[in-house]
């Protein structure tokens, strides 16, 4: 898993988990997407949120078939809670205006984004944003 800075070796890697990490983990057990939904399962992972983030997640998870929030809401911890302000006028350069969340809050924590979204990752210049595959190395 990629390494973040200066941070304590026991304590867990913070990220931002984009929703199509959870689907993607959801349907392909053997992906990156579930390694690192696996990972804030064992708690090497904190997983960084808010109530807009969480809200869409959970809206899209249990809008597919065979996927549900009720196997990941447990995951979403106090400790990785974010209760401000996202600055989404900070993120306009995000074409999709449902992705400009995640990206806010990764502006507002610092943690990096995990997405598959190639919008997101087309502004890998502007943002701390991984793909599944390149964030996870084991």
Known sequence: MRQGGDRDADSPVRAILDT???VGGGFNRGSASARLVKAARDGR???VWDPS???EIERILNKIPRLS???VADLFLPAGAFDGDLDLAAVSFVEDAEDRKFAALSLATGAPLVSSDDDLLSH???????KPSAFWSS
């Open 45 to 47: 992972l904190l997983l």
């Open 53 to 55: 983030t969480r809200g």
């Open 69 to 71: 929030f009720a196997a």
């Open 124 to 130: 890998a210049d502007k943002l701390d944003v991984w």
């Open 20 to 22: 199509n990490v959870f």
